[in-house]
């Protein structure tokens, strides 16, 4: 539990810089006072974990990044924005709480929200498009995010979680929604950190893949677990719609053992990754499997 406590100060610390840092860039490039610039920084700038950018900080400087790496690491947020403001729309998951707050939607109109999120993805990659790092690396960055958010991953995951609502789906089928809907960009944050750090980014990209179905499957148990309040975001809402989890297909005694196995297997891959031992990155998996937001 210690190291749980002390991953959680470390995350609401990077947080607290990561959205000091991005309300300076977002005032600075997003200065136009309509509603869409409105919107775009009313979401981006919600009280989010901030999970994403963290993890590629940390593989790319031990937690302690330069303007390239949060630069970075702010692409991958915005993304991950986008994402959510699409979510939560009347014709996906008709959402109006996130982040502890109205949903966008709710809080100026649906076709703001729409284009929000289109300009919160293409954002993303003007944020790249100027990383000051050397060209080769500046394009591995784009593959690796336009790859891990588009029609082959994120994108199509979410297109899946749709055709599966109120379908029986097996176990198989659910985790590759899983890796598709919410691991791609999560091992996507890990391998551009990796690609900053020029290490090895086929072994970070596995590593990312089990902590990403780590937090889905967290995320999952929390549902059914946890009140609107804990989470921020509307309790209960995959089984109101009846979404396919890992709690409605292996129930919650599985599912919490399964998450546990995923935890141990996380813990295994950042001792083969040789993290060092004040990373604190070591302290992750067990954060994942035990938080309550």
């Known amino acids: 539990?210690?190291?749980?406590?002390?991953?959680?100060?470390?995350?609401?610390?990077?947080?607290?810089d990561f959205d000091k840092q991005l309300n300076v860039v977002l005032g600075d490039e997003l200065s136009h006072d309509s509603r869409l610039h409105q919107a775009v920084k009313y979401a981006l700038l919600g009280k989010g974990k901030r999970i994403r950018p963290a993890l590629c900080c940390l593989v790319a400087s031990n937690g302690a990044p330069n303007e390239a790496v949060m630069r970075t690491a702010m692409a991958i947020e915005a993304v991950h924005t986008y994402s959510l403001v699409h979510d939560d729309l009347p014709a996906m998951d008709d959402d109006c709480l996130r982040r502890g707050r109205a949903t966008v939607h709710v809080?100026?109109?649906?076709?703001?929200?729409?284009?929000?999120?289109?300009?919160?993805?293409?954002?993303?990659?003007?944020?790249?498009?100027?990383?000051?790092?050397?060209?080769?690396?500046?394009?591995?960055?784009?593959?690796?995010?336009?790859?891990?958010?588009?029609?082959n991953g994120m994108v199509l995951g979410q297109h899946l979680d749709i055709d599966a609502t109120s379908q029986s789906i097996s176990f198989e089928e659910l985790q590759n929604i899983h890796?598709?809907?919410?691991?791609?960009?999560?091992?996507?944050?890990?391998?551009?950190?990796?690609?900053?750090?020029?290490?090895?980014?086929?072994?970070?990209?596995?590593f990312g893949e089990k902590i990403g179905m780590l937090f889905q499957v967290v995320d999952d148990i929390l549902d059914v677990t946890a009140?609107?309040?804990?989470?921020?975001?509307?309790?209960?809402?995959?089984?109101?719609?009846?979404?396919p989890t890992a709690v409605s297909v292996l129930g919650l005694d599985e599912a919490r053992e399964f998450a546990a196995?995923?935890?141990?297997?996380?813990?295994?891959?950042?001792?083969q990754l040789g993290v060092e031992s004040t990373n604190p990155l070591n302290q992750?998996?067990?954060?994942?499997?035990?938080?309550?937001f």
């Open 1 to 16: 539990m210690a190291r749980t406590t002390d991953f959680s100060t470390w995350l609401a610390k990077f947080a607290a």
């Open 107 to 151: 809080q100026f109109d649906e076709a703001t929200a729409i284009l929000c999120g289109d300009a919160l993805l293409t954002y993303a990659f003007e944020l790249l498009a100027t990383v000051d790092v050397d060209a080769e690396q500046r394009i591995e960055l784009v593959r690796v995010l336009s790859q891990s958010a588009g029609h």
């Open 179 to 206: 890796l598709l809907k919410t691991t791609e960009l999560i091992a996507s944050a890990i391998e551009m950190g990796s690609v900053l750090a020029g290490q090895n980014t086929d072994k970070w990209r596995k």
């Open 227 to 243: 009140d609107s309040e804990q989470l921020g975001k509307t309790a209960g809402k995959d089984d109101a719609a009846q979404k």
């Open 261 to 271: 196995q995923l935890c141990a297997t996380a813990e295994n891959g950042l001792q």
């Open 284 to 292: 992750l998996p067990s954060f994942l499997l035990d938080r309550s």
